[in-house]
Nanobody, 127 residues
Framework: QVQLVESGGGSVQAGGSLRLSCAASGYTASLPYIGWFRQAPGKEREGVATIYTGGPGRAMTYYADSVKGRFTISQGNAKNTLYLQMDTLKPEDTAMYYC?????????????????WGQGTQVTVSS
């Protein structure tokens, strides 16, 4: 069973940066889709960025329109750590951020396709 543990959240002013980490333990190859979701108070959980490593070539990355050009998803060399570099942060990025993994997805940003979740890390961006 894969376990995911997030870290790196915190408080930052608008325009600042944070890097989130997600440490994966267990048989990580069983989760070729792994990514970041976020949930703000009173809102639905939404996909932020996902990486797919199940193909023969380079990993494929996917980004929500709201974060394209500002956030970068990547994996460590050992592929057991997932990162989310968040730059030019905005107050609307404030949310609990979750790392999640899936064996197969119909839509990379459909939370219900992901069956392994971390506990979340809070990101707060002040104006």
């Amino acid at each position: 069973q894969v376990q995911l543990v997030e870290s790196g959240g915190g408080s930052v002013q608008a325009g600042g940066s944070l890097r989130l980490s997600c440490a994966a333990s267990g048989y990580t190859a069983s989760l070729p889709y792994i990514g970041w979701f976020r949930q703000a108070p009173g809102k639905e959980r939404e996909g932020v960025a996902t990486i797919y490593t199940g193909g023969p070539g380079r990993a494929m990355t996917y980004y929500a329109d709201s974060v394209k050009g500002r956030f970068t998803i990547s994996q460590g060399n050992a592929k057991n750590t997932l990162y989310l570099q968040m730059d030019t942060l905005k107050p609307e990025d404030t949310a609990m951020y979750y790392c999640a993994g899936a064996r197969w997805v119909g839509n990379v940003f459909n939370q219900y396709d992901y069956n392994v979740w971390g506990q979340g890390t809070q990101v707060t961006v002040s104006s």
